[in-house]
């Protein structure tokens, strides 16, 4: 390790851009110590992994539970030696703070990335052995978020090839680029469509599942604007729906 993680007696500040499983057990990503756990500092999740953690010396502080679980997180974790101050960003905002006790003085020759416990994955790390300005902190969450694709106020990709409307769907929402990709998307494959796309999650029509032989259904594609996986599928052959045309008033649906 670099000289300043020893002893971490100027603080440190932390970037993390990493898409943590949803309903995953607590885990750590960074993981600095000497082998005994009086010297730990370690930066994770918890709480269903919609909040971020950070453990000194067995002491934890957690930030709101409000992260989002919909793609990759970008967070930064700053300690702050004089004050003990730690506080979390999400995303460019704050999202909690506690105070911790100073690391104790040891070199952490065992430090472990992740170390088998973290579920999920990373995309980006950055650790300095230093506690950023405030300026310092907004640049490298501008420069990540424009280099993912993810959310933050000040992002430069928002402004580039999206409407003034969609601009400001993608700040009321916090949507990454892939977020708004997929609503702009879903605007072109409904045009016609009386039905609000922000906030729809699972769309499930009858006359576009996927029909195989004898009419069985094994998956049936989600038709909303979210990019998460929300298709239904069925792997037993045996408990498959079946297609009926004209089941409703003419109309299709599956029995």
Same mark, same amino acid.
């Given at each position: 390790?670099?000289?300043?993680?020893?002893?971490?007696?100027d603080?440190?500040?932390?970037?993390?851009?990493?898409?943590p499983t949803?309903g995953?057990?607590?885990?750590?990503?960074?993981d600095l110590h000497?082998?005994?756990? %009086?010297?730990?500092?370690?930066?994770?999740?918890?709480g269903g992994?919609?909040a971020?953690s950070?453990?000194i010396?067995g002491?934890t502080?957690?930030?709101?539970?409000?992260?989002?679980?919909e793609?990759?997180?970008?967070?930064?974790?700053?300690?702050?030696?004089p004050?003990?101050?730690?506080t979390?960003?999400?995303?460019?905002?704050?999202v909690?703070s506690?105070?911790?006790?100073p690391?104790?003085?040891?070199?952490?020759?065992a430090?472990?990335?992740?170390g088998?416990?973290?579920?999920?994955?990373l995309s980006?790390?950055?650790?300095?052995?230093r506690?950023?300005s405030?300026?310092?902190?907004e640049?490298v969450?501008v420069?990540?978020?424009?280099?993912w694709?993810?959310?933050?106020?000040a992002a430069?990709?928002?402004v580039?090839?999206?409407?003034?409307? /969609?601009?400001a769907?993608i700040h009321?929402?916090?949507?990454?680029r892939?977020?708004?990709?997929?609503?702009?998307?879903?605007?072109?494959a409904?045009?016609?469509?009386?039905?609000?796309?922000?906030?729809?999650?699972?769309w499930?029509r009858?006359d576009?599942?996927?029909?195989?032989a004898?009419?069985?259904? %094994?998956?049936?594609?989600d /038709?909303?604007?979210?990019?998460?996986?929300?298709d239904?599928t069925?792997?037993?052959?045996?408990?498959?729906?079946?297609?009926l045309?004209?089941a409703?008033?003419?109309m299709?649906?599956l029995?």
């Open positions: 390790l670099a000289p300043g993680f020893e002893t971490l007696s603080g440190f500040t932390a970037f993390v851009v990493a898409q949803p995953a057990a607590d885990s750590v990503l960074l000497d082998g005994t756990k %009086a010297s730990r500092v370690a930066l994770g999740w918890t992994q919609k971020a950070l453990d010396g002491r502080v957690s930030s709101a539970p409000s992260l989002s679980l793609g990759p997180q970008l967070l930064a974790v700053t300690y702050r030696a004050t003990r101050l730690a979390f960003r999400a995303h460019g905002e704050a909690g506690g105070v911790l006790r690391p104790s003085d040891t070199l952490r020759d430090s472990v990335l992740a088998g416990s973290f579920t999920g994955g980006e790390l950055l650790v300095f052995d506690a950023l405030g300026a310092e902190i640049a969450e420069y990540l978020a424009d280099r694709g993810l959310y933050h106020p430069p990709w928002i580039q090839g999206y409407s003034a409307a /969609m601009q769907l009321s929402n916090g949507w990454s892939a977020g708004a990709d997929a609503y702009e998307a879903w605007l072109a409904n045009p016609a469509a009386p039905i609000p796309g922000v906030g729809l999650g699972v499930l009858a576009a599942a996927d029909v195989g004898d009419d069985l259904v %094994a998956s049936w594609p /038709m909303s604007a979210s990019i998460l996986p929300n239904g069925q792997a037993d052959p045996a408990a498959r729906p079946k297609l045309a004209d409703a008033g003419g299709p649906a029995e």
